[in-house]
């Protein structure tokens, strides 16, 4: 499978806990994206790398959240000291930089869910 | 800010009648306007995407038109058949390449 990956595809922790998700986008393209999408809502952007340079962060994205690319190829995404409100699909997604209008391919996700 | 507006939440048809999803943008340098189909469970899957130097696009049975003046952009399915029911977002996109995403359409189609 070529397509973009994500791994784990389900997480359940505890309040306080942190967890780390990974996403392993399509191999030539050099941008990827980070979004949180909520029940019954589209994906909100988080944050996004061009090639290893984080070039954008959403307001969405705390300070108990990091994220990074080390090596302009796979991502993966922190969230420390998780609280009930992180609970939620995170989707990665990746694209080609091609000048502007870009498509970008969803990984399936990871669920997380905060007890 | 930047925000996509999407109409209506739910859509109800019969099997091999007409569907359209309405969306509104409001970032005047929007320049690429792609929708995806979320089946329950699963990753959003591009369908199709239009250009903002294009007002219509077809794809068999999928077109989009697109009214850069009233910052409009609509999904059309034709003959509609039970496979197409999901939930479909449309997104807008700007020189900043992160898509705004609209809050999704519910669409069943009744057999």
């Known amino acids: 499978d070529t397509g973009v990956s994500q791994n784990p595809r389900h997480k359940i922790t505890k309040r306080g806990q942190n967890v780390t998700f990974r996403c392993d986008p399509i191999s030539e393209h050099n941008r990827l994206y980070w979004y949180r999408q909520t029940l019954g809502q589209g994906p909100e952007f988080l944050t996004y790398?061009?090639?290893?340079?984080?070039?954008?962060k959403s307001r969405l994205l705390s300070d108990r959240f990091s994220a990074e690319r080390p090596k302009g190829s796979f991502s993966t995404l922190e969230i420390q000291r998780t609280e009930q409100g992180d609970s939620a699909m995170y989707l990665c997604?990746?694209?080609?930089?091609?000048?502007?209008?870009?498509?970008?391919?969803f990984g399936p996700g990871t669920r997380l869910l905060v007890l | 800010g930047e925000n996509v507006e999407q109409h209506p939440s739910t859509l109800s048809v019969q099997e091999g009648d007409s569907a359209v999803i309405k969306c509104t943008y409001s970032?005047?340098?929007?320049?690429?306007f792609p929708w995806y189909k979320q089946e329950l469970g699963k990753r959003p899957q591009l369908i199709i995407d239009i250009r903002s130097n294009v007002g219509e696009k077809k794809d068999q049975r999928i077109a989009v038109t697109l009214n850069k003046t009233a910052k409009h952009f609509s999904l059309h399915i034709t003959e509609t058949q039970p496979e197409d029911s999901a939930v479909y977002f449309c997104?807008?996109?700007?020189?900043?390449?992160?898509?705004?995403f609209g809050t999704g359409t519910r669409l069943k189609v009744l057999a």
């Open positions: 790398f061009q090639n290893e340079a984080q070039l954008e």
């Open positions: 970032d005047s340098a929007s320049n690429y």
């Open positions: 997604a990746s694209s080609l930089n091609g000048g502007g209008g870009e498509t970008q391919y």
């Open positions: 997104a807008s996109s700007s020189g900043t390449y992160k898509y705004i």
